[in-house]
């Protein structure tokens, strides 16, 4: 009797890095319609337009850490500033909501902030 030998799979890194960003752009075109064009540590406005390196660029933050356990779920990701996910890093998720509320609560004191009242 003969058996059939799979051929073995070799990583293909421009094949995976391909996969990947289909991926990701699904992912941030999904949270956006669920989430809006707002942070979620911070609430403003993010940009979607180029320049992924900026701070007001989108990246996708994991609520729970995938060092902690975490998922690509969707329940599992929201959308943050570049800054913000740094901001957040690998804290749990008790943790990081502290942090948005936090956050939230403070007052703006940048110049030229309007005063609150």
């Not at 890095?17 to 075109?29: E, F, N, Q």
Request: net charge positive; proline share 9%.
């Amino acid at each position: 009797m003969l058996t059939m030998i799979s051929k073995p799979k070799f990583f293909d890194p421009v094949r995976h890095a391909y996969a990947k960003a289909k991926r990701r752009k699904k992912a941030l075109k999904l949270l956006r319609a669920r989430d809006g064009d707002t942070c979620w540590r911070c609430g403003h406005p993010m940009r979607f337009d180029g320049a992924p390196n900026c701070g007001k660029a989108a990246t996708i933050e994991h609520r729970l850490p995938l060092s902690k356990g975490g998922s690509w779920a969707l329940e599992n990701l929201c959308l943050c500033h570049v800054g913000c996910n740094r901001h957040l890093g690998a804290h749990p998720p008790e943790q990081k909501e502290r942090m948005r509320c936090n956050r939230n609560a403070r007052p703006d004191t940048r110049a030229g902030a309007p005063k609150p009242g």
